[in-house]
């Protein structure tokens, strides 16, 4: 293909990609299919490599990209983020429409809009393309996250059509959908850490990081539902989100417009229940004037307009009896309380357990056994124990014993902050089933043969305690298994074969180091280019790694520091599993071996290159940089002004210098 050619098609495939993206996000109703999209994707990306020049600025490889902040900068909002006036009661709602009706001396159509439990933005477009996004902030002021907005893909960056102002800040909410929330969140138990709360709290923590790349993983979504230009000719708000809809703006489809206030009941009341159905979370009602002109007459108070009002639903509670409690133990071996309730109704659903979280919990609702409880469904998923339902004037008697030892191998339970531990994770079954579950799982192993049912009864006739022992399984002790035959054992067998080219980074997350998710793994994969390597990393070798802090570097080093962990690996190693990363599907031909196993510290100021520039040549040539110098590094790289300190340790420690020359002739 010419460079003519190139171009043409990455024009025809910018707009085709955008124009799928359209479909799917805002009208939602895509006419190919996820794949059919990641290939267009994988051909534009493809020409985009071979001629970068090209690459279209709304192109959809172009949301993130550049280096991850150091913090926000803050900037005023062209009018003010008002908020709204809330009200939990209809006579309330009444009021408000008898106020509208006062100052206009007559009635006016309504409109009625779910209000989304999300964060609210504020995006100005500049000739159609996104150049800024502001949190509320305090409401006149607050942080630019246009990166992080950008790597939202329902947000356009480049609006669609040519009607739209010459310059426009548009507003909405952004939030994340329950499902994707609660897939995050059951990764990270799997990873051993803490549950994100709820979604609105994870969007809006989702906004203030300092990664795109990290909120592009997070795959937020957005709803707008304001719009304000400089000279407005808008009709009513029904208008403005037709016109929001054509330009590329993902708007909520659940609203309805009323003459009279009885049909906002209607809709106040249906959506109370058909919450539920939604895949994300509301936590009201918006009641707008619709007409533009109306809400120019009616105008605003300080804090918030007069011509809206939300409504907002009270969280669902209900009382019932707490049974009993049970301690689970996970897979990191933390234990957690769970109640088992009188069934009850509540949002819904029938609710029989909630989550105590841990013995400071139990302590602070002041819980017994048999006690009448309140159970709340928030934001959160999984109900929740809010207090003790004191209006019987009956209470239980019986104290909740937080265990002293393991409820499942008796080992003695240790307390880590909030939460306690049975470290005995070698011996304890459900810890080593877990270990087990996690080495199986898609996003590592991939062992899709091998279900939970499968395991617990491998682990039951006690031919499989520890990963490893996976790869030993014969066919003839599977096949006699019960509800087993010949052909599932085969499937096993072939599955476990196909795993030994699994790429390290999975197989390094599928040994279920506490804290080593599936992202870290591949940081740890992509500087420590083998096992060996990461096994003798030390403590600062870890933490100079990107997003490893010293909490998962003590739990790296601790982990390969234990001779059974060590034993483990060198059979999963003879079992031929991947433990060292193949550069294959990076064709980048600027990288290199050279540098493979040595360690690099760079100091001082470079006539011919960035720092940041050297340390990743370094490690595009395989080697490793550290922040710090210690008996294993290999060379100081250093410039002018290099810090004193740092060659006096060289010196004491007998690390040579290096010169950026010298560099250059050793990666040449
Ligand atoms: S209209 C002048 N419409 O609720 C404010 N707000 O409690 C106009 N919200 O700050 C806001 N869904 O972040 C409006 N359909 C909706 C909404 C909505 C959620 C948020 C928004 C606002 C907050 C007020």
């Known amino acids: 293909m010419n460079e003519e050619q190139a171009l043409h098609r990455i024009l025809a495939l910018t707009r085709e990609l955008n124009d799928h993206n359209y479909r799917y996000y805002v009208l939602d109703r895509p006419i190919i299919s996820d794949q059919q999209f990641d290939h267009l994707l994988s051909e534009l990306t493809g020409l985009e490599h071979g001629w970068p020049h090209h690459?279209?600025?709304?192109?959809?490889?172009?949301?993130?990209?550049?280096?991850?902040?150091?913090?926000?900068?803050?900037?005023?909002?062209?009018?003010?983020?008002?908020?709204?006036?809330?009200?939990?009661?209809?006579?309330?709602?009444?009021?408000?429409?008898?106020?509208?009706?006062?100052?206009?001396?007559?009635?006016?159509?309504?409109?009625?809009?779910?209000?989304?439990?999300?964060?609210?933005?504020?995006?100005?477009?500049?000739?159609?393309?996104?150049?800024?996004?502001?949190?509320?902030?305090?409401?006149?002021?607050?942080?630019?996250?246009?990166?992080?907005?950008?790597?939202?893909?329902?947000?356009?960056?480049?609006?669609?059509?040519?009607?739209?102002?010459?310059?426009?800040?548009?507003?909405?909410?952004?939030?994340?959908?329950?499902?994707?929330?609660?897939?995050?969140?059951?990764?990270?138990?799997?990873?051993?850490?803490?549950?994100?709360?709820?979604?609105?709290?994870?969007?809006?923590?989702?906004?203030?990081?300092?990664?795109?790349?990290?909120?592009?993983?997070?795959?937020?979504?957005?709803?707008?539902?304001?719009?304000?230009?400089?000279?407005?000719?808008?009709?009513?708000?029904?208008?403005?989100?037709?016109?929001?809809?054509?330009?590329?703006?993902?708007?909520?489809?659940?609203?309805?417009?009323?003459?009279?206030?009885?049909?906002?009941?209607?809709?106040?009341?249906?959506?109370?229940?058909?919450?539920?159905?939604?895949?994300?979370?509301?936590?009201?009602?918006?009641?707008?004037?619709?007409?533009?002109?109306?809400?120019?007459?009616?105008?605003?108070?300080?804090?918030?307009?007069?011509?809206?009002?939300?409504?907002?639903?009270?969280?669902?509670?209900?009382?019932?009896?707490?049974?009993?409690?049970?301690?689970?133990?996970?897979?990191?071996?933390?234990?957690?309380?769970?109640?088992?309730?009188?069934?009850?109704?509540?949002?819904?659903?029938?609710?029989?357990?909630?989550?105590?979280?841990?013995?400071?919990?139990?302590?602070?609702?002041?819980?017994?056994?048999?006690?009448?409880?309140?159970?709340?469904?928030?934001?959160?998923?999984?109900?929740?124990?809010?207090?003790?339902?004191?209006?019987?004037?009956?209470?239980?008697?019986?104290?909740?014993?937080?265990?002293?030892?393991?409820?499942?191998?008796?080992?003695?339970?240790?307390?880590?902050?909030?939460?306690?531990?049975?470290?005995?994770?070698?011996?304890?079954?459900?810890?080593?089933?877990g270990l087990l579950e996690h080495f199986v799982a898609r996003k590592a192993m991939d062992l899709n043969s091998l279900g939970k049912e499968t395991l617990e009864l491998l682990w039951q006739q006690g031919l499989v305690r520890k990963p490893a022992d996976l790869y030993d399984l014969q066919h003839d002790a599977l096949s006699t298994l019960e509800r087993m035959g010949k052909k599932s054992a085969q499937l096993i067998l072939d599955g476990l074969s196909a795993s030994r080219s699994v790429p390290y980074q999975r197989v390094l997350f599928a040994l279920g180091i506490r804290h080593v998710g599936e992202t870290i793994a591949k940081n740890l994969a992509k500087h420590f280019n083998s096992i060996d390597l990461l096994a003798s990393a030390s403590l600062q070798d870890l933490t100079s790694v990107h997003d490893i802090g010293e909490k998962i570097a003590e739990q790296v080093v601790s982990w390969f520091s234990d001779s059974e962990n060590m034993l483990q690996i060198e059979r999963l190693k003879r079992s031929g599993l991947q433990f060292s990363a193949v550069s294959e599907n990076e064709p980048d031909s600027n990288r290199s071996q050279k540098l493979m196993g040595l360690s690099f510290v760079v100091s001082g100021v470079f006539e011919r290159h960035e720092r940041e520039e050297l340390k990743s040549l370094i490690e595009q040539h395989g080697g490793r940089v550290a922040s710090s110098l210690s008996n294993k590094t290999n060379y100081l790289l250093s410039g002018s002004d290099a810090g004193p300190s740092k060659l006096e340790k060289a010196k004491a420690l007998n690390v040579p210098l290096l010169s950026e020359s010298e560099f250059e002739q050793l990666i040449a």
């Open 55 to 433: 690459t279209q600025p709304d192109s959809p490889t172009r949301r993130v990209g550049g280096e991850p902040l150091e913090g926000f900068e803050s900037a005023n909002h062209a009018t003010p983020m008002l908020s709204l006036g809330n009200t939990y009661s209809e006579s309330e709602l009444r009021d408000f429409d008898q106020r509208v009706q006062k100052l206009l001396g007559r009635t006016t159509p309504y409109l009625a809009e779910l209000k989304i439990d999300g964060v609210a933005i504020s995006l100005t477009y500049e000739n159609g393309e996104l150049v800024q996004a502001i949190t509320r902030g305090d409401g006149n002021r607050g942080d630019v996250v246009t990166a992080n907005i950008r790597a939202i893909p329902s947000i356009p960056i480049q609006l669609r059509g040519n009607d739209w102002p010459a310059k426009m800040e548009v507003r909405g909410e952004v939030f994340i959908r329950r499902p994707k929330f609660e897939e995050l969140n059951r990764r990270r138990l799997e990873n051993g850490e803490e549950a994100y709360a709820n979604p609105r709290n994870f969007a809006s923590g989702s906004l203030k990081l300092l990664d795109a790349m990290e909120v592009k993983r997070r795959g937020l979504d957005a709803y707008f539902y304001a719009w304000n230009q400089e000279k407005s000719t808008l009709g009513d708000q029904e208008e403005m989100l037709n016109n929001a809809i054509n330009w590329g703006f993902p708007v909520c489809s659940h609203n309805s417009g009323a003459g009279n206030l009885e049909l906002i009941f209607r809709f106040i009341h249906s959506w109370q229940t058909k919450r539920e159905s939604l895949d994300f979370d509301i936590d009201g009602i918006v009641v707008k004037v619709n007409s533009y002109a109306d809400r120019e007459e009616l105008g605003h108070t300080a804090k918030a307009p007069r011509w809206a009002i939300a409504y907002k639903y009270k969280t669902q509670a209900a009382s019932t009896h707490l049974i009993s409690v049970d301690f689970q133990v996970g897979r990191t071996g933390a234990v957690t309380p769970v109640a088992n309730l009188a069934p009850v109704w509540l949002g819904g659903t029938t609710v029989k357990r909630a989550s105590l979280y841990n013995e400071g919990e139990i302590e602070r609702l002041g819980l017994r056994l048999n006690d009448r409880v309140w159970v709340e469904k928030g934001g959160e998923i999984i109900p929740k124990i809010t207090g003790i339902d004191t209006s019987t004037g009956e209470r239980g008697r019986e104290a909740i014993h937080f265990p002293q030892t393991c409820p499942s191998c008796a080992a003695p339970l240790q307390r880590l902050e909030a939460l306690h531990y049975c470290f005995n994770s070698k011996n304890c079954p459900p810890q080593q089933l």
